[in-house]
């Protein structure tokens, strides 16, 4: 019987839950990868708002864990009988499991998405998670059309950037929320026809300005802060696609709020779009391929080295960051 070795590799750790400084950088063994499964060595690594949920524990999973569930990096062992990828290959990938804050993980295949050589590795480690949020938001969840009014909160962040330009390429109207003057330059270039920066004005007030009949669909991430406001910017029969709790979980919703205007309300997440490897697949290549044409400018704004994602959960967490931010292995 043949003894596998365990590779040390530096990886990122939570012991307990907490603000940033419970990420710690440390060594950690990874296991030759079993069947089904690879070993990827990461060039770059997505960071994403819901990597903060499961460190502070809005999203629980048992400690110790390696948090991270974007990267994209090179096959460096593959598991016995696997022939659908091979060591050297470029992939990519998204959600499940976790574990990405790491220079090496090990992977089940069928998450492996290849990543054509035209997408430089940093842009595709941006657009997994955040491409394909933005494929299935748009695309599935509720497909917008030419004319559709909609409103994208927090439209100069990692998911509103690329929502922002792809509805605009969609031909929808499209109105974003931002925080800043800084972030309202940045998400007109992606092109919002209206910005809006809800911590100066009320932003339903604003929207009914723009948009008096109601807009036909709200993709709001940004949770507690904005449910109600977004409500009321709805035209009859509108969509509120509730996707994420950046200011925290939205109150409890009675359904006679949706009853005066018959609207339709879902809690969306990727991963249940991308459930078999076709679908995968699928939003993947779509994304990838809205890269390539150049409907989607991908805003690498900020670079860490993975042993500092701690100061950059801190940027993400305080709204400093624009864009996408990714964490980068030492070589
Ligand atoms: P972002 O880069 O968009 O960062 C979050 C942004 O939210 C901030 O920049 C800020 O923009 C805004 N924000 C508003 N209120 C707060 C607050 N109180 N604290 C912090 N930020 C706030 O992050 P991501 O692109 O990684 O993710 C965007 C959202 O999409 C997140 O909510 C995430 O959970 C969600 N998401 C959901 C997915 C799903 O499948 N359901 C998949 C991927 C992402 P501003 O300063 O302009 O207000």
């Known amino acids: 019987l043949a003894i596998q070795a365990a590779t040390m590799v530096k990886a990122i750790k939570v ?3 907490g603000g940033p400084e419970v990420l710690k950088w440390e060594d950690v063994e990874i296991e030759e990868p079993k ?5 990827v060595k990461n ?3 997505g960071l994403n708002f819901i990597d903060v949920y499961f460190r502070k524990g809005v999203y629980r999973v048992p400690t110790p864990f390696t948090p991270g569930m974007e990267a994209v990096g090179v096959v460096t062992a593959i598991g016995p009988g696997l022939t659908s990828i091979k060591v050297g290959d470029v992939v990519a990938y998204a959600g499940i499991p976790m574990g990405s804050y790491s220079e090496e993980q090990i992977l089940p295949a069928s998450v492996a998405v290849p990543v ?10 941006s ?4 491409g394909m949020t933005a494929q299935f938001l748009l695309r599935q969840c509720f497909k917008v059309e030419p004319g559709h009014k909609i409103l994208v909160h927090a439209a100069a962040g990692g998911v509103g950037s690329l929502l922002c330009q792809w509805a605009n390429a969609l031909g929808a109207m499209v109105i974003g929320t931002v925080s800043t003057e800084e972030k309202a330059v940045q998400a007109k270039e992606d092109g919002c026809h209206h910005v809006i920066i809800y911590k100066n004005e009320d932003f339903a007030e604003a929207v009914q300005k723009i948009a008096p009949e109601g807009v036909h669909v709200v993709y709001d991430s940004v949770g507690k802060d904005t449910f109600q406001g977004s409500l009321a910017c709805l035209k009859t029969r509108g969509y509120m696609v509730s996707f994420g709790n950046a200011s925290g979980v939205p109150n409890p919703v009675p359904l006679s709020d949706l009853a005066p205007k018959s609207l339709f309300l879902t809690r969306s997440s990727l991963f249940q779009y991308i459930e078999t490897r076709a679908e995968l697949l699928e939003t993947a290549e779509e994304v990838f391929a ?5 409907v989607l400018r991908v805003r690498v704004n900020h670079k860490y080295p993975l042993a500092q994602a701690a100061q950059a959960h801190a940027d993400l967490e ?7 931010v990714v964490l980068i292995p030492d070589d």
Not at 290 to 294: I, P, Q, T
Not at 318 to 324: D, E, V, Y
Request: aromatic content about 2%.
């Open 127 to 130: 657009i997994m998670l955040k």
């Open 43 to 45: 060039k770059a690594i």
């Open 318 to 324: 305080s709204r400093k960051t624009t864009g996408s």
């Open 290 to 294: 809205n890269v390539a044409s150049g």
């Open 15 to 17: 012991y307990e839950l």
């Open 116 to 125: 054509p050589p035209s997408i430089d590795p940093i842009v595709a480690a």
């Open 35 to 39: 069947e089904g499964e690879v070993r």
